[in-house]
């Protein structure tokens, strides 16, 4: 899943400092040696991929872009979806999607949450009432009370001029996101979840992905859950043993995203390095060894060949 500071998947919560990640000062992270242009013409992997290890990367803000709602009010908001027939999305409030480029559709149904208010003191309390709660004097206090403020992502449309977040309007004419998930048999399916700071995700035992309609980097999140469906089935995990965490693994298929995008020149590389960074810091005393390196380097040359073949070509 291609969110990074996901509170409910720790160490994704990304506390204190989202800014300038510093260089690995590690050893070259093990890599082999191998920089300059391959002499084939073909990119150089392993260069880009020390790059991406070691250059400087920034964590992208549209990782926490919308509010972390409690598990009863997301519980409470899927049954509402669910008994209008209504598929899972990102929830946000009026204002906040007008602030996100969205403007709410007309004659849209809001959803019903718990929102905390703080309630002031009576002027004309009683000494008696101060004695009732310990002698703490509270000036004021807090209740829950259930509002209609807020919009699924379905319930809105883009406003005038916004920029577009599609695979087709994003993706660079060499490369067609089509053809490589016909190449490689994974399915697209429609984006599913309330949380709009997750950009996409994967299911990589049944090859299916998801991106997300608000992705900003729609192309960089694609490469990235394919490369989950190709490293990390069951089987993939077998094959690679136990060292395979899941911080290593998230490092893995934002690199193999990395070098796609390198290669096709689109995509905050800056960004797409903050976040290989920032799972790197999870992982203890573990290393991107040679062997992690050949496996990325393998999952985005496949990538790449896919979306270059014609649906032709992808079926041969």
Same mark, same amino acid.
């Given at each position: 899943?291609?969110?990074?500071? &996901?509170?409910?998947?720790? /160490?994704?919560?990304?506390?204190?400092?989202?800014?300038?990640?510093?260089?690995?000062?590690?050893?070259?992270?093990?890599?082999?040696?191998?920089?300059?242009?391959? !002499?084939?013409?073909?990119?150089?992997?392993?260069?880009?991929?020390?790059?991406?290890?070691?250059?400087?990367?920034?964590?992208?803000?549209?990782?926490?872009?919308?509010?972390?709602?409690?598990?009863?009010?997301?519980?409470?908001?899927?049954?509402?979806?669910?008994?209008?027939?209504?598929?899972?999305?990102?929830?946000?409030?009026?204002?906040?999607?007008?602030? @996100?480029?969205?403007?709410?559709?007309?004659?849209?149904?809001?959803?019903?949450?718990?929102?905390?208010?703080?309630?002031?003191?009576?002027?004309?309390?009683?000494?008696?009432?101060?004695?009732?709660?310990? !002698?703490? !004097?509270?000036?004021?206090?807090? @209740?829950?009370?259930?509002?209609? &403020?807020?919009?699924?992502?379905?319930?809105?449309?883009?406003?005038?001029?916004?920029?577009?977040?599609? @695979?087709?309007?994003?993706?660079?004419?060499?490369?067609?996101?089509?053809?490589?998930?016909?190449?490689?048999?994974?399915?697209?399916?429609?984006?599913?979840?309330?949380?709009?700071?997750?950009?996409?995700?994967?299911?990589?035992?049944?090859?299916?992905?998801?991106?997300? /309609?608000?992705?900003?980097?729609?192309?960089?999140?694609?490469?990235?859950? @394919?490369?989950?469906?190709?490293?990390?089935?069951?089987?993939?995990?077998? %094959?690679?043993?136990?060292?395979?965490?899941?911080?290593?693994?998230?490092?893995?298929?934002?690199?193999?995203?990395?070098?796609?995008?390198?290669?096709?020149?689109?995509?905050?590389? %800056?960004?797409?390095?903050?976040?290989?960074?920032?799972?790197?810091?999870?992982?203890?005393?573990?290393?991107?060894?040679?062997?992690?390196?050949?496996?990325?380097?393998?999952?985005?040359?496949?990538?790449?060949?896919? !979306?270059?073949?014609?649906?032709?070509?992808?079926?041969?």
């Amino acid at each position: 899943m291609h969110d990074p500071t &996901n509170s409910t998947n720790n /160490p994704r919560t990304a506390q204190g400092d989202r800014g300038l990640f510093r260089p690995q000062t590690r050893p070259e992270a093990h890599l082999p040696a191998g920089e300059g242009k391959a !002499g084939n013409g073909q990119p150089d992997f392993m260069a880009l991929l020390r790059e991406a290890l070691t250059q400087p990367g920034r964590v992208a803000e549209c990782y926490h872009l919308f509010h972390s709602y409690s598990l009863s009010n997301a519980l409470w908001v899927a049954g509402q979806l669910w008994a209008r027939g209504e598929a899972l999305a990102p929830i946000a409030s009026f204002n906040r999607w007008k602030e @996100l480029g969205r403007v709410v559709k007309k004659g849209s149904k809001a959803l019903m949450m718990s929102m905390p208010v703080t309630v002031k003191a009576k002027a004309d309390a009683k000494p008696e009432d101060d004695a009732q709660d310990g !002698g703490k !004097g509270k000036a004021s206090h807090t @209740l829950f009370i259930a509002r209609r &403020n807020w919009f699924a992502l379905h319930q809105t449309e883009p406003l005038e001029g916004a920029e577009p977040h599609d @695979l087709e309007a994003k993706a660079p004419a060499a490369w067609n996101p089509a053809h490589a998930l016909a190449a490689l048999g994974i399915t697209r399916e429609a984006f599913q979840s309330s949380d709009g700071n997750t950009q996409g995700y994967a299911l990589p035992e049944s090859r299916r992905v998801a991106v997300s /309609p608000l992705a900003v980097e729609p192309i960089k999140t694609l490469c990235h859950e @394919l490369a989950h469906c190709l490293l990390h089935s069951e089987q993939g995990r077998i %094959e690679d043993g136990p060292e395979l965490t899941r911080s290593l693994a998230e490092v893995e298929a934002e690199s193999v995203a990395y070098l796609c995008c390198a290669v096709l020149s689109c995509g905050n590389l %800056e960004a797409s390095r903050g976040y290989i960074q920032h799972w790197l810091q999870d992982t203890s005393a573990e290393r991107v060894t040679e062997k992690h390196a050949r496996r990325i380097m393998g999952a985005a040359d496949k990538i790449l060949k896919a !979306g270059r073949a014609a649906p032709a070509e992808a079926e041969a």
